[in-house]
Structure formats: structure tokens, C-alpha cells
């Protein structure tokens, strides 16, 4: 398969899933002796593991069965992500509400709740415990060593612009 025609394949997935090309764009080129298709969501609110789970399928890698290696040549690499200006902006939008969840911690646990979600964030050593709840069934959760408190606000902060998708 070229990479038109995989870009094109991968597309038609994407659009199967409900999404278009302004909020998903596909881009595939020759690196070295493999390919490479990079998938850049440009619409935060898409869900992004299902477009992962429907692009993965493209991805073929060779290992040395022995030493587990990937082999030179001929692999085809699948990455999907956010695009990087959007995924800034969305965090910068949800600074306050990671500041009011960050500041308010008392001695290890804090509430959260907005029109749709309701945030549980606890305290234990030095991790933090993040579970999101959404129509009374948990519906995600994640455990975030603790830095400083403005990394801490920033990590919650995309957390909430990606609907707890990713942590970067």
C-alpha cells in the first residue's frame, strides 16, 4: 500500500467515525526506508482513542524475534495526537479550574463538579489521585506524581481540555 493510498484508507476510517477533515487531517510521508502517517486532531472534543483504535490497523512494524528489535526498513509508523495550537489554547481556557482544584486541596481530597462532570481529586503521598465521574458511573481515572504546583495546575488543566484523553 503507498502512502496515498493508506492516507486515503485512513481517511475514509476517520470519516466512519463522524469526523471530517477540519477536525482530523492526515498527513504521510517516506522516512528513511519506512513510512510514517501522522493523525493531528484538531477538534479537542473528537475522541481520540476511538481515531487511534481505527488508524492503528495501518501500523506495521518488524521485530527480530530473538532480541525483540524493530528491523530497518520497510515499516509503516502510525501517530496520532493533538495538534499542538489548539491543545494550548483549550488549556490556557481551563487554567481556572485546575487553579480552584489545585488551591483548594485541604488535607486530601477535593470536589469538583460542573453541568456535566464531577471531579474527585485526592491527595495521597506524593501522587495525585484524579477520577472523573460523568452521569454517576466512573468514567476515567489517573494518577499524577506531584511537581510544583504550576505544573500541577497545567497537567489538570489539559487533562480538562482533553476530557482526560491524554496527560502530556
Known sequence: MTNKERSAAIRAEIKKLGY??????VRSR???????????????????????????????????????????????????????????????ANIEKAEF??????????????????IVLCKQNELFDIAVFENESKCGSIKVPFCSADRMKWTIARMFATNFAEVA
Not at 471530517?20 to 487531517?25: A, D, E
Not at 473528537?46 to 481515531?51: E, F, G, L, M, V
Open 20 to 25: 471530517n477533515s477540519r477536525q482530523v487531517s
Open 30 to 92: 517516506i522516512c528513511g526506508y519506512s513510512d510514517e502517517t501522522r493523525i493531528e486532531v484538531k477538534d479537542l472534543s473528537c475522541d481520540i482513542k476511538a481515531i487511534e483504535k481505527a488508524c492503528m490497523k495501518f501500523e506495521s512494524i518488524d521485530y527480530d524475534q530473538y532480541s525483540g528489535e524493530i528491523l530497518s526498513g520497510g515499516n509503516t509508523y502510525i501517530f496520532v495526537q493533538y495538534d499542538y495550537d489548539a491543545l494550548n489554547k483549550a488549556t490556557e
Open 101 to 118: 482544584l489545585v488551591n483548594d486541596i485541604d488535607d486530601y481530597y477535593v470536589l469538583f463538579k460542573d453541568e456535566k462532570k464531577e
